[in-house]
């Protein structure tokens, strides 16, 4: 039974997934290397909380559970029932965490990586209890989405994805387990496959950014919502779907390196909202309103999806 839950990683996922973990009755301890990461966490983590509020996600029965901040990795993970590990995406990055909390945790603590798309296989080449190693991939941001993917590697026990997948649905989240650890999972193959090529149309200037957003948000991003993709399959046609992929899949990009576009930026530290600038340009104020209106709008999107609304 998981009830103590140590978080370490506190950037832009860790904090909305402490509250919801203690929204759904949980003790969680929430650690970062950097000090400057917890003193925003902690601001981060009431935002998400009112989020949470305007969701409607009720405490737990048993009553809400706790966060608390900690700058001791020790103390972070000692008697933790589960480690989830949120750190940049980098295998040397996790598996030196892997390092530090292996001889601080009992041989029965679950580890989960909230990897984009590490195979859990090659993460669990660095701790010495593979078998309770799983992936917990959370969907940004992550107070607010449902879904939840649970991987599980070449060496972990399926009791271990059973217990992962059946705390999510105990705090009333949407798990979904992926059967094969391959790279991505699921949730991002699909997603970058359309980043791959809604980076490649405005790079080759067939559209501009913002109509490029207008077009797949009120497009694509508003039906499959509500009608996903197996299921629009069947809405459109499959004899339709045959016709123009028949032509259409042989003129999708298909190149497998970071697109030049995306590495000017990054190259210049312009990473987006975390930065000011991405692909587009964000002052501190805009940003907050920016935060504050999509969740917003995600909550009432949710509540009627849900038919609560
Ligand atoms: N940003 C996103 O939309 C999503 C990210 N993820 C995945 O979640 C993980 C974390 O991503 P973000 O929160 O976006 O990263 P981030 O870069 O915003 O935050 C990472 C945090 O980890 C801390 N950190 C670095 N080394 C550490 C160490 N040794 N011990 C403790 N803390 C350390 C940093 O100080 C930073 O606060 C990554 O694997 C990422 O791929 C998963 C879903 C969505
Ligand atoms: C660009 C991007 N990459 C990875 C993830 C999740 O792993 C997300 C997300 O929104 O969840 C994302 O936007």
């Given at each position: 039974?998981?009830?103590?839950?140590?978080?370490i990683?506190?950037?832009?996922?860790?904090?909305?997934?402490?509250?919801?973990?203690?929204?759904?009755?949980?003790?969680?301890?929430?650690?970062?290397?950097?000090?400057?990461?917890?003193?925003?966490?902690?601001?981060?983590?009431?935002?998400?909380?009112?989020?949470?509020?305007?969701?409607?996600?009720?405490?737990?029965?048993?009553?809400?559970?706790?966060?608390?901040?900690?700058?001791?990795?020790?103390?972070?993970?000692?008697?933790?029932?589960?480690?989830?590990?949120?750190?940049?995406?980098?295998?040397?990055?996790?598996?030196e965490?892997?390092?530090?909390?292996?001889?601080?945790?009992?041989?029965?603590?679950?580890?989960?990586?909230?990897?984009?798309?590490?195979?859990?296989?090659?993460?669990?080449?660095?701790?010495?209890?593979?078998?309770?190693?799983?992936?917990?991939?959370?969907?940004?941001?992550?107070?607010?989405?449902?879904?939840?993917?649970?991987?599980?590697?070449?060496?972990?026990?399926?009791?271990?994805?059973?217990?992962?997948?059946?705390?999510?649905?105990?705090?009333?989240?949407?798990?979904?387990?992926?059967?094969?650890?391959?790279?991505?999972?699921?949730?991002?193959?699909?997603?970058?496959?359309?980043?791959?090529?809604?980076?490649?149309?405005?790079?080759?200037?067939?559209?501009?950014p913002?109509?490029?957003?207008?077009c797949?948000?009120?497009?694509?991003?508003?039906?499959?919502?509500?009608?996903g993709?197996m299921?629009?399959?069947?809405?459109?046609?499959?004899?339709?779907?045959?016709?123009?992929?028949?032509?259409l899949?042989?003129d999708?990009?298909?190149?497998?390196?970071?697109?030049?576009?995306?590495?000017?930026?990054?190259?210049?530290s312009?990473f987006?909202?975390?930065?000011?600038?991405?692909?587009?340009?964000?002052?501190?104020?805009?940003?907050?309103?920016?935060q504050?209106?999509?969740?917003?709008?995600?909550?009432?999107?949710?509540?009627?999806?849900?038919?609560?609304?």
């Amino acid at each position: 039974m998981i009830r103590r839950i140590a978080i370490i990683g506190l950037g832009t996922m860790g904090p909305g997934m402490a509250a919801r973990l203690a929204r759904g009755g949980l003790q969680v301890t929430a650690y970062d290397v950097a000090p400057a990461a917890i003193e925003r966490a902690r601001t981060m983590l009431g935002t998400a909380e009112g989020v949470l509020d305007s969701l409607g996600v009720a405490p737990s029965s048993a009553g809400a559970g706790t966060v608390r901040f900690t700058d001791d990795i020790g103390d972070a993970v000692a008697d933790a029932d589960l480690v989830i590990e949120n750190v940049p995406e980098n295998i040397s990055v996790k598996a030196e965490v892997y390092r530090m909390i292996d001889g601080l945790i009992s041989s029965d603590t679950i580890v989960a990586s909230d990897t984009s798309g590490i195979p859990i296989t090659k993460l669990q080449a660095h701790i010495s209890h593979p078998e309770r190693m799983v992936g917990m991939h959370w969907s940004n941001p992550p107070h607010i989405i449902p879904m939840i993917e649970v991987i599980g590697g070449e060496k972990t026990a399926p009791q271990t994805v059973a217990t992962i997948r059946e705390l999510i649905r105990s705090i009333g989240l949407l798990p979904v387990v992926v059967k094969k650890d391959v790279p991505g999972f699921v949730e991002n193959r699909v997603f970058y496959a359309l980043l791959r090529e809604a980076v490649d149309l405005v790079e080759r200037g067939v559209i501009e950014p913002e109509d490029l957003d207008t077009c797949v948000s009120w497009g694509i991003g508003y039906k499959i919502a509500v009608i996903g993709p197996m299921a629009l399959l069947d809405m459109a046609g499959l004899d339709i779907y045959k016709s123009v992929s028949s032509f259409l899949n042989a003129d999708l990009s298909n190149r497998d390196d970071v697109a030049p576009m995306v590495l000017e930026r990054t190259n210049a530290s312009k990473f987006g909202i975390k930065s000011g600038e991405g692909m587009f340009s964000y002052t501190p104020e805009q940003t907050k309103a920016l935060q504050a209106d999509r969740a917003r709008k995600l909550v009432a999107v949710r509540r009627i999806l849900e038919g609560r609304e």
